[in-house]
């Protein structure tokens, strides 16, 4: 079955940086979108980042500029580096993509990595 597992999170001072990793498989890599979630205290899960199978990426615009999105498919992982980090960045990151099985198409979620900005 896919298994999405993050790592890389933890405790950074503001303006630090932090690279996440996810390790994924059950599934043909190559071929799928990888996203980047996060989900702050009380709010919910919001899209910050995509990869396409080919490399073309999206960010969101709260992260634009400090954040990058790059996937190893020799390696199926795919990683996001985070520059400058801020207090308003605190959350869990979540590693995600989309599945079909049959006529079903459903996300798949890692455990989540938590990420935490503070002085």
């Known amino acids: 079955q896919v298994q999405l597992v993050e790592s890389g999170g933890g405790l950074v001072q503001p303006g630090g940086s932090l690279r996440l990793s996810c390790a994924a498989s059950g599934f043909t890599f190559s071929n799928a979108a990888m996203n980047w979630y996060r989900q702050q205290p009380g709010q919910e899960r919001i899209k910050i980042a995509t990869?396409?199978?080919?490399?073309?990426?999206e960010i969101a615009d709260d992260v634009k500029g400090r954040f990058t999105i790059t996937r190893d498919n020799a390696k199926n992982t795919v990683d996001l580096q985070m520059n400058n980090l801020q207090p308003e960045d605190t959350a869990m990151y979540y590693c995600?993509?989309?599945?079909?099985?049959?006529?079903?198409?459903?996300?798949?979620w890692g455990q989540g990595t938590q990420v935490t900005v503070s002085s």
């Open positions: 995600n993509t989309w599945t079909t099985i049959l006529t079903t198409r459903r996300p798949n």
């Open positions: 990869i396409s199978p080919i490399g073309n990426t």
